[in-house]
């Protein structure tokens, strides 16, 4: 009698079961469970996307490693990800609690980084969209930055105590960034970094460049000159920024010189001047401050990256060449002279 009473039992069940299914109610039941726990009406079209195109992760999928690095906004761990090895980005709650647009400007960085499909431009792995205790942006693992392959960890050295990478690599790298910086900048809108720096680029085991950190980024019109504030950092800001005048895509060439110039030297930017962060941008506006060039004792074929340096971080935004003429030229002196082939 129990027998059959059990056997009933599982009966009605799979009958409950299946009128559930029949009308959608498990549907909503696994899409409650899915919903983060505080409701931003920001976030909502980007978690709709996100659920739409696969990358939506809930906080319990990942399982969160060591700090591997810090910002003013975050911490940077390592993790894994359905057996991938992945970087977490987990937004401070102070971010949050602190900032009345923290939210949009999540969700903005998030957004931006999904639609990026470059090999030279790191890869959103997914997200957790539930701040301000889950704001997390998971991203391919790499262990290395541009900054730390050409200086080595820690601080600034005031001297080099490393050989410098091959000549031949540093050109690479130069090339690999300016490409990844044309494909951001030729989009519809284009998207302007605002705060490249050899610390926001990230290397894989093969050296190739991955450009990072889009929580600066914004889209722009084309001809649309409508930015301002100050953003970024200051060694590599460009003086329109610094002085909060609007500015467009040329921002980035100008830190690209930079960039560009410390390749070329292994020196870090100003490190010859003792000045502070602020001094410096006080100087570059100025007195048109710009870091030691490498000597053109070194051959003629330096003096056309020179040329090319001086271009990218001209005073006047409107001279300075373009991510596709610098790509171009680029290409063009490591055929040239280097013999690699493109």
Known sequence: MYKK???????????????AQQNGIMDLIVDFNAQPSHHHPNLDPIIHQA??????????????GEKIGQGSTADIHRGTWREFDVAVKCMSGEFFRANANGVLFFAQEVETLS?????FVLRLMGACLDPPNHAWVVTEYLSSTLKEW??????????RTLPLPPFQDRLKRALEIAQAMQYLHEQKPKLIHRDLKPSNIFLDDALHV?????????????????????TGTYVYMAPEVIRCEPYNEKCDVYSFGVILNEL????CPYIETQFGPAKIAMEVVERELRP??????????????IE??????????????????????????????????Y
């Open 210 to 230: 991955r450009v990072a950190d889009f929580g600066h980024a914004r889209f722009l019109a084309d001809d649309e000159m409508a930015l301002t504030g100050e």
């Open 292 to 305: 030691v060039l490498p000597s053109r004792e070194d051959g003629e074929e330096v003096g056309e990256l």
């Open 264 to 267: 070329l030297t292994g020196k």
């Open 51 to 64: 659920k739409i195109n696969g990358w939506y992760i809930h906080p319990n999928e990942i399982e969160v």
């Open 308 to 341: 090319l340096i001086c271009l990218c971080w001209d005073g006047n935004p409107s001279n300075r060449p373009s991510f596709a003429t610098i790509s171009s030229s680029l290409k063009s002196y490591a055929k040239r002279v280097l013999q690699i082939p």
């Open 115 to 119: 639609k990026q499909r470059h090999r």
């Open 150 to 159: 050409l200086h080595g960890p820690g601080k600034r050295p005031k001297h």
């Open 5 to 19: 009473r059990m056997e009933r039992t599982q009966d009605y069940l799979r009958y409950c079961l299946q009128v």
